[in-house]
């Protein structure tokens, strides 16, 4: 087997549940992933900035697919930019404060100059908020943001499942935007062609790397296209069904004993 870009998911995947993962440990596998050519990239559907911040200390070669893939990054030059038109945006803002199955949702407006939000310092979900989210500012009306904005992250804190709110979005923008479900009782919402395997494919590419050439690593569903797209998408041993449901490749390990870093051991050490 010959793996040359090995792609994960970071929060519920890379890092555990406490937001950390083995840095030593890392550190040593980039330095021998690097040294035989094999690409990694960190595929997330959280901001660049936050990305950037998570692998803080880590040296080596690292490309970022973020935004759910609405975002392409590599040593600091965008690649591919997918920002969503302004009245899509402002019409899902409109539809969460109209729609009573939607009511009490954060919003986050993930943009290119930083990240906008209904929420204010003055609420308890302003500090969760801010963990994934730099340069984080609260703005009124939300509709009034002049930036570009990659994508619309919506989430209810204290309800687990999501999944009628969901519906809903997919019943009303459907066909206009993508909705996927993100963890943390979030939904991203994105342009409708980018998804995790759609920003992996600007990377083989360039790389000229195929999928047959490709490991990637998820818990959830807005990681199913890309674990259903590599040959060796794993989905986390603790993940959400819709990313479970895409392939039959599961980790021995969750994120909280290292799941990404023992597969990435194996790859190493020539043992898949």
């Known amino acids: 087997m010959t793996i040359k870009l090995i792609a994960s998911d970071i929060d519920g995947t890379f890092l555990d549940d406490q937001h950390e993962f083995d840095r030593h440990r890392f550190q040593e596998q980039l330095n021998e992933m690097n040294q035989r050519g094999i690409h990694f990239v960190v595929s997330s559907g959280n901001q660049y900035q936050h ?29 591919d930019s997918s920002p969503i038109e302004p009245e899509l945006w402002q019409s899902v803002v409109d539809s ?48 009034e943001v002049n930036d570009q904005i990659y994508k619309v992250d919506v989430n209810w804190p204290g309800i687990a499942d999501v999944r009628d709110k969901h519906a809903e979005l997919v019943a009303e923008f459907g066909d206009q935007l993508a909705e996927v479900m993100s963890g943390y009782s979030g939904i991203d919402i994105i342009k409708p062609h980018v998804t995790k395997a759609y920003g992996l494919e600007q990377l083989q590419r360039i790389w000229n790397i195929s999928m047959t050439e490709t490991m990637a690593f998820g818990d959830n569903q807005n990681d199913a296209a890309m674990l259903q797209d590599a ?14 449901a895409v392939t039959s490749l599961i980790t021995p390990l969750d994120n909280n004993h290292s799941g990404v870093l023992d597969m990435i051991d194996k790859v190493l050490e020539d043992r898949i």
């Open 231 to 244: 040959k060796y998408g794993y989905a986390m041993k603790n993940a959400a069904p819709e990313a479970k």
């Open 96 to 143: 969460m404060t109209r729609k009573p199955v939607l009511a009490d949702g954060v919003i986050v407006l993930s943009g290119q100059k930083g990240a906008y939000t209904n929420v204010t310092q003055q609420t308890e979900t302003w500090g969760r908020t801010q963990y994934f989210y730099e340069m984080l500012q609260h703005k009124a009306p939300l509709t």
């Open 51 to 79: 990305c950037i911040k998570v692998m803080a200390g880590i040296e080596g070669d690292l490309t970022y697919v973020i935004e759910d893939g609405g975002l392409v990054v590599e040593n600091g030059r965008v690649l």
